[in-house]
């Protein structure tokens, strides 16, 4: 599986795989609706949303597309969130982009920058690609902080899943 961050670690946080048993514990992210405040989508039914999210990370697994891992804090093991190297069509190009989202308890804790980070030095050690990107929606700004934080600078805008959204762009080191 390809882009895929199973058994990395950081001081703070473990990555492993989409699991069928966790599936309980991230439903609690998709039923609080604040995590879902800055994106527009067609299904709104939380159970609904997490079966969805969970297939398209088992296709994406299946496919080499990269995919989210679930993020445990290590201290306790608690599910913190996701964070992942997923292969985006944006705009008619193919990017890898560097995606994340967290539980609300564990916001403002610095793991999505921590995770990110984590998942961009990957992404240069193996010579993934010679540029990632973040997709985040316009009025996401905790997103766009951890974006520029992790290096990266706004790059753009389009429209993404009908999402007004920036392209948040950094490029590999020479």
């Not at 949303?49 to 969970?54: A, D, E, M």
Request: charged letters at 25%; aromatic letters at 12%.
């Amino acid at each position: 599986m390809k882009f895929v961050l199973k058994g990395l670690e950081t001081p703070r946080l473990r990555f492993d795989l989409v699991n069928p048993d966790a599936f309980h514990a991230c439903m609690a992210f998709f039923e609080d609706d604040r995590t879902h405040r800055y994106w527009k989508r067609s299904e709104t039914n939380p159970l609904a949303l997490g079966k969805q999210w969970y297939e398209r990370q088992l296709q994406r697994y299946a496919l080499d597309l990269g995919g989210m891992n679930l993020l445990y804090e290590k201290s306790g093991e608690q599910l913190v969130g996701w964070c992942g190297l997923l292969v985006q069509e944006v705009d008619g190009r193919t990017e890898l982009e560097i995606g994340y989202s967290l539980m609300p308890s564990a916001w403002g804790k610095g793991f999505a920058s921590e995770a990110a980070t984590a998942a961009r030095d990957v992404a240069w050690k193996e010579q993934y690609a010679t540029s990632l990107i973040s997709i985040i929606q316009v009025n996401n700004l905790p997103s766009q902080k951890v974006a520029m934080r992790v290096g990266m600078q706004r790059d753009g805008n389009t429209t993404y899943q009908d999402n007004e959204v920036y392209i948040y762009r950094i490029h590999a080191a020479r």
